[in-house]
């Protein structure tokens, strides 16, 4: 039903979760609750390394593509401080349905606001949702987002690898429907975490928690081939959002804040999740001795994994959500310098046949298996392989979102 033929109960809320609605025209009663519909994990700009370091902007409009996972009958926006040092300024927030490249719909453009204020500012470390935007929104639309900066912002709190580009161009043009001669921001997403769409209540979210394998480096940007991405073209009902971080890891602090450490932020705090589908491992042993990490201790233990795993799932079980495990992908002979090794792979063989014969996962979905080299199984089947030996490209992403048994899901 249309949204124009129901209205609250109430005044719409920013906080709280739910909202009751009264059919004008039958006067009976229905529920929505705010769920995740688009989801972008952040890191700090600090951090002693960066696969692609953050930046800052200033008297500038930046010019964002937010692709919904999921839709409902109105949306609100999430930005984020969280590792800022200053206090961020937004001039002016506004959200179009995407054209073309940096083009939007004006029919569709209208001002976001943040406690009724068009104008506002974020303290460091702090976050922000909008106030409800009434729309009918579906899975598969894209919007963009253009928020402009009218002081230095300084380094950003972002996410690594966005695979959508951004534009940014000088002074105030959030209202302006292209932005021709716009400087691209080809990798990265700033002050962004996700935007929330109101959904029948019962819709359900699972959230793709891990590292470059969920985010979706080595996929092609802008074709939305990401495993979440591949994974929700099967789903009839329900979605699954990205909350991937490229280079993360299960037991330690390098590129973001490690698994548990973020657990709360980026999984158990994203409402409506439901489920949770896990992807570590893969740079816990690979990234000791690289440039990312060369002065780190020895490769963690089998024990020491098979801990993380179980305490990690502890806590979700603990929180009433579903749990499904993937088991490490290969990635002998790849082109990054000291990320393969031999001990390496043995552990990366020892923690999989683990996963594939543990009971304390609801589900697991063995990834490596489907996208092994039969020939090697160390290796990554070159038709999926994007070129580095260590991430899948488009139809790699498709293999393992194939690999996933949906009756685990129950979405």
């Known amino acids: 039903m249309p949204v124009s033929e129901k209205r609250p109960d109430d005044a719409w809320p920013t906080g709280g979760n739910k909202i009751h609605f009264i059919d004008v025209q039958t006067g009976m009663t229905t529920t929505s609750h705010w769920v995740a519909g688009f989801r972008s994990a952040v890191l700090s700009p600090y951090e002693d390394y960066q696969l692609f370091p953050s930046r800052g902007f200033a008297d500038q409009t930046v010019r964002q593509v937010l692709r919904l996972a999921g839709g409902g009958e109105a949306l609100r926006v999430r930005l984020s401080n969280r590792f800022g040092k200053e206090p961020l300024t937004i001039g002016a927030a506004r959200?179009?349905?995407?054209?073309?490249?940096?083009?939007?719909?004006?029919?569709?453009?209208?001002?976001?606001?943040?406690?009724?204020?068009?104008?506002?500012?974020?303290a460091a470390g702090e976050e922000a949702v909008s106030?409800?935007?009434?729309?009918?929104?579906?899975?598969?639309?894209?919007?963009?987002?253009?928020?402009?900066?009218?002081?230095?912002?300084?380094?950003?709190?972002?996410?690594?690898?966005?695979?959508?580009?951004?534009?940014?161009?000088?002074?105030?043009?959030?209202?302006?429907?292209?932005?021709?001669?716009?400087?691209?921001?080809?990798?990265?997403?700033?002050?962004?975490?996700?935007?929330?769409?109101?959904?029948?209540?019962?819709?359900?979210?699972?959230?793709?928690?891990?590292?470059?394998?969920?985010?979706?480096?080595?996929?092609?940007?802008?074709?939305?081939?990401?495993?979440?991405?591949?994974?929700?073209?099967?789903?009839?009902?329900?979605w699954v959002v990205n909350q991937g971080i490229s280079g993360n890891r299960l037991l330690t602090d390098e590129v973001g804040e490690h698994a548990l450490a973020r657990l709360q932020r980026d999984v158990l705090?994203?409402?409506?999740?439901?489920?949770?589908?896990?992807?570590?491992?893969?740079?816990?042993?690979?990234?000791?001795?690289?440039?990312?990490?060369?002065?780190r201790?020895?490769?963690?233990?089998?024990?020491?994994?098979?801990d993380g795993y179980t305490e990690l799932t502890r806590r979700l079980h603990e929180a009433g959500l579903t749990v499904i495990a993937h088991?490490?992908?290969?990635?002998?002979?790849?082109?990054?310098?000291?990320?393969?090794?031999?001990?390496?792979?043995?552990?990366?063989?020892?923690v999989n046949d683990w996963i594939r014969t543990t009971d304390i996962f609801d589900a697991v979905t063995d990834v490596a298996t489907a996208?092994?080299?039969?020939?090697?199984?160390?290796?990554?089947?070159?038709?999926?392989?994007?070129?580095?030996?260590?991430?899948?490209?488009?139809?790699?992403?498709?293999?393992?979102?194939?690999?996933v048994d949906l009756s685990h899901l129950e979405l």
């Open 297 to 306: 201790p020895p490769l963690p233990t089998l024990d020491q994994l098979i």
């Open 327 to 350: 088991t490490i992908g290969p990635y002998a002979g790849t082109i990054y310098e000291g990320y393969d090794s031999e001990e390496g792979r043995a552990i990366r063989r020892k």
């Open 95 to 122: 959200l179009a349905r995407r054209t073309e490249g940096h083009g939007t719909d004006p029919e569709t453009s209208v001002p976001l606001t943040f406690g009724g204020e068009r104008e506002f500012t974020l």
């Open 131 to 238: 106030d409800p935007v009434v729309r009918e929104v579906s899975a598969g639309e894209q919007y963009a987002l253009s928020l402009y900066f009218p002081h230095d912002t300084g380094l950003a709190t972002y996410s690594v690898v966005a695979s959508e580009t951004g534009f940014v161009a000088p002074g105030d043009l959030t209202a302006t429907p292209g932005l021709d001669g716009a400087e691209l921001l080809d990798m990265s997403r700033y002050f962004v975490s996700g935007i929330d769409v109101l959904a029948p209540e019962g819709t359900a979210v699972a959230v793709a928690f891990g590292d470059s394998w969920m985010e979706g480096a080595g996929t092609t940007p802008g074709a939305n081939a990401r495993f979440p991405d591949q994974l929700n073209r099967r789903l009839d009902k329900g």
């Open 371 to 403: 996208v092994e080299d039969p020939t090697d199984p160390e290796q990554i089947l070159p038709a999926y392989d994007c070129g580095d030996h260590l991430h899948l490209n488009d139809e790699g992403t498709k293999a393992m979102a194939a690999a």
């Open 269 to 295: 705090d994203v409402p409506g999740v439901t489920h949770v589908l896990l992807n570590f491992g893969i740079n816990d042993l690979g990234t000791p001795g690289t440039i990312v990490a060369p002065s």
